[in-house]
């Protein structure tokens, strides 16, 4: 299991937790935090500074000296470094895989004002806000099924015709929602 974080989480308690549970991760860490890297003891925003790449492995973070690695990658373009904290020896790989968490925010936004609104829910009962999350899951997934299905298979002519507005429904997704998730592996062939 790799745990993502962004740079508001990284605490001495979820290095301890993490640890104790065997989690890989990769965690950005903000400018201020306190860094013993065995030569010299600044902080994570000095440490980066005018640096495009540097690894440092074993350091020691935070009053507590939590031992982790440690990667930053300022890449040209972006305002700010990735400083990111790891439990294997850094690379610029690595560091990069903090990237794979932006796959998720856009699931995020939909959830909460961008879509389905669900902090406006106030919903408080754990059963009736885990139910409210199925629900939108489902929902969204069968809007990227049907998104997918369009974009795998155009709509002929006479389909593109504004009398005939009607929503392909072509293969898995026609037959019954139980068969949404059969096949939804299943890619456009190329």
Known sequence: ?????????????????LHAHEWGYRLRLKGNLRVDTGVAETTTGDLAKGVREAYFPGVRLFASGVVTHLGIVHDP????????????????????????????????????????????????????????????ALAMYGCVRIGRDQACHPPTPLEKKPKHRTIRTTGAFASSPAAWFRGSHVACAT
């Open 77 to 136: 373009g972006h305002p700010e470094p990735w400083m990111i904290a790891m439990d294997a020896d850094s690379t610029r790989a690595r560091v990069l895989d903090y990237a794979t968490r932006w796959g998720i925010e856009p699931m995020f936004s939909d959830f909460k004002g961008r879509g389905f609104g669900l902090g406006d829910s106030h919903l408080r009962p754990a059963d009736r806000l885990e139910r409210r999350v199925l629900i939108m």
């Open 1 to 17: 299991m790799l745990q993502l974080a962004d740079r508001f989480y990284p605490s001495a308690a979820l290095f301890a937790w």
